[in-house]
């Protein structure tokens, strides 16, 4: 009988309803309970996708640099540090993703274009390539540790790049808009449901972050054993063909 | 380690001079660079003169991403990461070493894209000091994001496609940093360029290091 396969189980699925009844929540909060912005107006939504979108980016990132680090030291070498930070970095790169679409539809509404060749919005899209080239390197093809190494190499190099990317509009001072919620003197610029409306919507992408991330850890697992029964498969089948031509006794 | 790093960098620099792909391929490629840029501008001056700093960058970071290829391919034919892993020299200085032969080949180029800006791009260089030293901090970055990038797709089959892009991303700073520095050292700008200077110095430290200690690690799975 063919073996059942699956990545759920009773906890994700608590998750997963979590995530669902939390991004419904953002999504009333976001576009019918929170007021219009005064100087943006109703234009002002695509805030509550945005800016959670790249927080979740951000937490994804540091995941997967510091499952790296537990991975090359040799104390805490464990193959799970190399799957989460690979299950993490691909979740981080989907959200990296929805930060730069939402910013650049949100881009046309204000600007009058897509895409403005600003600090923020150019380095989030090299965050993102970057990350790409991460994932990349963990799509070779050579040994699982050899491949575990030089993407956990990457993965930390990738993530030094992260304080650029959010203090960038600080250096390099462009037309971006300041930091959203918190500036540098770390008072709020958001008050009341809009405050809301976007801790609940960083809420529900933490929480998707979490069901994706071990959803995607477990398919690794499967991943690894249906690779380890495919060689064995081998193994056996040429045995038997070895066997059956009378070279091995 | 000085010692193997200039034993690695003279090896290296000693086979480009044999082979002459630098100086035959690479330094014409980026020449023609800036004269293809001139073409797609219809070779307005006073544009050509506006944008010869990040074009001069830009022809340095597509002659990186040839120089690292072909730095990278010289160690991976033959058994060759296992003739660098056991000849006992100290991995940072094999590191140092082939990202000084690296630096080394890239200011050849960019002497050659300096003459190249001035001759088709009319451009005058107000403020040498800040030139040069722009040009030496992105280079060393350059040279070590090439370099600590080529061994990680040493022995892969799709190195050539994946080393441009795990570079380009990675030393997009440089080309933001080099170009600002330039645009003043080119006097287009008012304001001190060493700001500048500075942003790509501190990039240069940061990547030296990765590579001073991650070279070692990743050479042993190459």
Known sequence: MRERLSTSSPATKVLGWCSLVALATTAVLGLWISPPDVIQGEAVRPLYVHVPAIWVAYIAFITAAVC????????????????????????????????LVSGMLWGRITWGVYWQWDARLTSALLLFVLFLGYLAVRRTTIEPERRAKRAAVMALVAAANIPIVHFSVVWWRTLHQEASVIRQDLDFELEGEMLQALGF??????????????????????????????VAAAIERRRAELVGAGEVG | MLRDACAVAAKDLR?????????NQILPFAVLVLVVFAFAVDADAAILRRIAPGLFWVAVLLSTLLAAGRSTAVESADGLPDGLRLSGLDPAGIFLGKAGALAAQLLVVEAALTIGIVVFYDVRIDDPLLYVAACLAGTITLASVGTLYGVLSLGLRVRETLL????????????LAGTRAHERAFDQVTGSGWSWVGLLAVIAVVYVAAGLAAYGSLLEEA
């Open chain 1, 201 to 230: 919507g960083f809420v529900a992408f933490l929480l998707v972050y979490g069901w994706a991330v071990v959803h995607r850890y477990r398919l690794a697992v499967l991943e690894d054993q249906a690779e380890e029964r495919a």
């Open chain 2, 15 to 23: 086979l480009e001079w044999r082979s002459k792909v630098a100086v």
């Open chain 1, 68 to 99: 790296s680090v537990l991975w090359l030291v040799p104390r805490t070498r464990n193959v799970k540090w190399d799957r989460i930070a690979g299950a993490s970095a691909e979740i981080g790169v989907v959200f990296s993703g929805i930060n």
């Open chain 2, 164 to 175: 441009p892009l795990l570079v380009v991303p990675a030393v997009a700073p440089v080309l």
